[in-house]
């Protein structure tokens, strides 16, 4: 019995000796943004779970890539403003050092810059741009083949050729206003088909079991680690072609609770935290170890209402509901004035000078309504999901159903807990309202209308079908910038005017929570770091 | 005087396995039997459950046509019985099918997240087990005094806090304000990482690499963590031990121990030894309830163990980490409940004939 007593006391102390070690080492981390580390730190949301840019696994595959790859073109970061994106014609030589293009602008032959090396030392050629547009479109699914270059009209039986070792040639089916943007998207950077190659087998032709753990590409990083779902390492690439970024090192860490990520930006652990809870940005400003940095974007958070309702199709209905929506209380009680009004056809960073869609007139929207023949108001409910836009769904919906009671109309609240459950509704179309983002890769007016509007578009959600807009968005597609194109656009968004197919809330920017030293983050089409511009001041 | 057999009447001469062998061996068929009704059941489960993960994997942009695509390309437009017979197959090779979202087998990530979770679930069990029976015992040996109060109300507080909300207040006091705990970063530093994997433990991982700094920092960052799951468990502890350690110190054993003269302290040391069955079980039943059932507390202290990750593969639908984690969180609790029932059968043998 002693004995029994003894091993009790025994197992006590072991734990208690784990807790006294544990406080006394309580500090060991090292803190990230002590003045002149070269190494970047970030918290994300969600770290990727592989990093071949073949496979999409999310978004921040997209972002983990972006330090990996070097694109035949690259988004000029010389011009990202504190009110536009950067547009789709604003790209700079990249691997690419410069391009001619024929008279109907379907064929760009893009001369290659010569002594590129990937961190193997290959050199780059025209054999490496071959092999991964190969690669590309060995997978009609793929993000690049399927999202990227069918929308550009790149020609799927002849996208790029060799024309010597230095010299290729880009074709496309019409021309594209997105053609040489799309060449700029991170996962369209270019691969090291030569260490690549050792790697391929008979069931793996591309090499995708490898690269989903390793780095073969031109840009200014190499992958030294991956711990899916977890940690990211990155360090400089020596034979990077471009200068050498600031940052030596990155380093990235999964840390999925909002909270608790603020706290490390707080506390100075991290120099940089993604998705920053929008209940701590007040708190992550106020302290002088970390700032928030607040980057334009062309994400919107919208109210969907179907447009196969009887009653909510009705041009008038929808005007009148959108009418009185008071946008501005939105904005600054939910997103506490981080996220803008959206009052435009398309988001106002991505095309400047819009007339609005609509104007907040709570009286003018009753007497819309009365004159539709809703004198005594109507009723509908209204989806919502606290994976999109956020946690804060039901708050948004609580304002708007607030808002349309003023007019007499009756809204009723409906959560849908599991978020496939709801994505499976939205998709069906069998919801008759619920609350929804968007956020177009390329940030093209003709390209943004034809995903969300088109009826011939997969993203078209709310069932908006018109014949004639369906044709303008259409012509858009097959024209290069130019006023031609932009007459087209412009009958398109008075199109969208007289039919309110979506009713965008707010424009939501693009926000991180840094380190108050972190210098350099812009926001950039694609979403993510803009590794090479950021630095420490 | 001899004594003798009554006639007609044979001495029994056992013909099974009798006793703890007996005990072990039907509790171990049970298990076999339970375990294939597990696959059954988390194959059903998953496949009956409502909504269409190919639309979700499939995404935004994708066409009806690649919809299908995806949906046969996961074997989700075969019938029901092909696809338990699939499933049966994998099962016996060890291939539990491959994550929708992350590509990896799905064996390959529950081999890298339990052990995280074993590691965090075992210990905050030992805590609680630990904390919990002392404070429940001084409530019962004081009963109806101060420390009885005082026990009973930190009792009656820790079990209402809910374990992830004391996550986050441990997080912004003890790592935010005070900074004596490290971040809320993991299993390690932000800027470490964890050892080569031999157990997949980094306690036991990092003392056999012999690196000493590394099992220093993976035993800080369980602290907060631990301190977490084990204050709220330590509370049910304390509530069990304070009735049943009570009872015992009122039995009528008890009282003759006392009667014969028997110092306190021995008296007291019957009262644990006659309550144990009752903790042990309890032990065995919050260990199998915490596993998966931590998983928001996982996610607040970016814990990357199996709890986060099924809880993610339930939200995107992701089927087959939904099943592997069907399948290995009630094969555990199966085999832990197995266990526990011989354990507590060895200890008290009149719990056989119940």
Redesign the interface.
Known sequence: ?AS??SRQLG??SA?AA??V??????????K?SAGGNT?L?M?WANVP??VDPG????NTMVYATDATLSGLLEYDYSKATEDTVIGTDQVVPGLAESFEVNDDRTEFTFKLRQGVKSQYGNEMTADDVLWTFERFLSNA?S?QA??LMAPANVDPAKAVEKVDDYTIRYNLTAPSSISLSILAYPIMGILDSTELKKHVTDADPYAGEWL?KNSAGFGPYQLD?I?????L?LSLNPNYWDKKPYFENI?V?????G??RA??L??G??DLISEPPIDQLKKIESSDKSAVNVQPDTNRHNFNLSMKDPDLKKPEVRKAINMAIDRETISKSVYQGYAKPAWTPVPSGMLADQDPMIEYNPDEAKKLLADAGYADGLDFEVAISS?RPGPYAENIARLIQSDLKKIGVTVTIKNIP????F??AV?AQSLQSYLYTDRPSQPDPGFSMYLYNASTS??NKVGFANKEFDALVAQTLKLDQGEERDAIVSDALQMLRDNQPIFSLVEMPDISGEAADLQGRISVPSGGYPYVNMSRG | MTLSTTPGVKAKTPTKASGPIRLVLARLGFLVAALFGLVTLSFLLVSVTPGDPAELIAGPMATSEQVDGIRAELGLDEPLGTRYVDYLKGLATGDLGESYYSKRPITEEIGDKLPATLELILLSVVFAAVVGVAVGAVGAYFRGRWPDKVSRLATGIFQAIPDFFLGLILIYFVFFILGIAPAPSGRVGIAESGPDKVTGFYLIDSLISGNMSLFASAASHLFLPVLTLGLVYAAYFAKTARSTIGKALNSQQAQFARAMGLPERTVVRYAFVESRTTIVTYAGVIFASLLGGEAIVERVFAWNGIGAWSLQGITKLDLPVVQGMVLIAGAITLIVYTVLDIVVGLLDPRIKHA
């Open positions: 019995m029994r007593v197992v006590a734990a784990l807790v070690l544990a406080a006394c080492s309580g500090s060991s981390d090292n990230s190494t730190t918290a779970t592989q496979v999409y696994t999310g699914k993000i399927n999202s989903a680690s711990v899916p779902g977890e940690e390492k380093l860490k999964n840390v999925p609770n909270a608790s706290q490390l707080m506390a652990e991290v994976e599991s978020p496939a459950d994505e499976e998709t997969a993203l």
